[in-house]
């Protein structure tokens, strides 16, 4: 059972172009939504979250729009660079119980910035 | 940068075999987590632990084993290694405090059975 999908499973932009990585979720006790970035060779590391009761989270470059009626959250990078080409998770969690802490991930989406 | 750590990073071992793959961490964590990271780098939840002397299995059932004896450490065992074992192998752990405390993972094992 996917509780997370995430889309596309590769994604390829420009330099200096917008890249967009799409969730979708299923369990509406989800109430944590990171996403995580990986390099080759690297455990995922803490990108950006967003909690639901706001609909957008920016940080830098980095965009987090959620639409909790839709159930759909994604990830927007601005001006992407090619330091930026790495696999990008989205994930969610739920408070309580046995559940808490635990992250559901995405299928994982591959970047790749052109220079 | 996280002090999270995982010994070894490649590993290639024979069908039968038993192996256990070593997590450690020096934040004092009280949650640590083991995922398995398919080739096409989707990541499950195999086993994880809120403490000391406490362990459950993840969403994802897995044949390997865990203990947590030590805050710091947290093995993952597989008595008898089969090809379909063949994963990377993720250790994460994260503070006690609130949901929003992020996992912080180790490079992780890359595990290959024959």
């Known amino acids: 059972q996917q509780q997370v999908k995430q889309s596309p499973q590769s994604l390829i932009v420009q330099k200096g172009g917008i890249s967009i990585i799409n969730c979708a979720y299923e369990?509406?006790?989800?109430?944590?939504f990171p996403w995580y970035q990986q390099f080759p060779g690297k455990g995922p590391a803490l990108l950006i979250a967003?909690?639901?009761?706001?609909s957008e989270k920016k940080e830098g470059r980095f965009t987090i729009s959620f639409n909790k009626s839709a159930k759909q959250f994604s990830l927007h990078i601005m001006d992407s660079q090619p330091g930026d080409s790495a696999t990008y998770f989205c994930?969610?969690?739920?408070?309580?119980?046995?559940?808490?802490?635990?992250?559901?991930f995405g299928q994982g989406t591959i970047l790749t910035v052109h220079p | 940068e996280a002090d999270i750590y995982q010994t070894p990073r490649y590993l290639v071992i024979g069908t039968g075999k038993k192996i256990t793959l070593e997590c450690s961490q020096t934040?004092?964590?009280?949650?640590m987590y083991w995922y398995q990271q398919d080739p096409g780098m989707e990541l499950h939840l195999i086993h994880y632990s809120y403490g000391v002397n406490s362990t459950e299995k993840g969403d994802l059932s897995s044949e390997s084993t865990v203990s947590r004896i030590r805050t710091e450490h947290f093995p993952l065992t597989l008595e008898s290694a089969r090809p379909s074992h063949t994963s990377q192998y993720l250790c994460?752990?994260?503070?006690?405090?609130?949901?929003?405390?992020?996992?912080?993972f180790g490079n992780g094992t890359r595990l290959t059975v024959t």
């Open positions: 934040m004092g964590h009280d949650k």
């Open positions: 994930a969610a969690s739920k408070a309580g119980g046995t559940s808490y802490g635990k992250l559901t």
């Open positions: 369990n509406t006790a989800f109430d944590y």
């Open positions: 967003i909690r639901p009761d706001v």
């Open positions: 994460a752990s994260r503070n006690q405090q609130g949901l929003g405390s992020p996992l912080h």
